[in-house]
């Protein structure tokens, strides 16, 4: 069962960056073969894609997050990272790394909705006050 522990996770205050990490093991495959997400669930909301990365590097972002945040990923440490920079209260959530073997939502082409998660990591607390 492939495992994803996330760190990085604070409390800031508006206008400032925080860099969340996570790492994955137990993996059946290369990590490079799996597509990697960050999403984030806020209370009374629905959990929901933030950004991307496929297999070959590609990245998708919400439009709420383009251009301020930046997802990475280091294929030689199996760990996925989200640069979260200019935050905002309204980022305050519960941010989860996923991951799902192959395409991102079995696409070539994609965006922060069409990931098909097979694995969840627990998770970790961002909240921005103003």
């Known amino acids: 069962q492939v495992q994803l522990v996330e760190s990085g996770g604070g409390s800031v205050q508006a206008g400032g960056s925080l860099r969340l990490s996570c790492v994955a093991s137990r993996l059946a495959v290369n990590f490079g073969s799996y597509c990697m997400g960050w999403f984030r669930q806020a209370p009374g909301e629905e959990r929901a894609g933030v950004a991307l990365?496929?297999?070959?590097?590609?990245?998708a972002y919400a439009s709420s997050v383009e251009g301020r945040f930046y997802i990475s990923r280091d294929y030689d440490k199996n760990t996925l990272y989200l640069q979260m920079n200019s935050l905002k209260p309204e980022d305050t959530a519960r941010y989860y790394c996923?991951?799902?073997?192959?395409?991102?939502?079995?696409?070539?082409?994609?965006?922060?909705?069409?990931?098909?998660?097979?694995?969840w990591g627990q998770g970790t607390q961002v909240t921005v006050s103003s």
């Open positions: 996923a991951a799902e073997r192959g395409l991102c939502g079995g696409r070539l082409h994609f965006d922060s909705d069409d990931m098909d998660p097979e694995y």
């Open positions: 990365v496929s297999p070959q590097g590609r990245t």
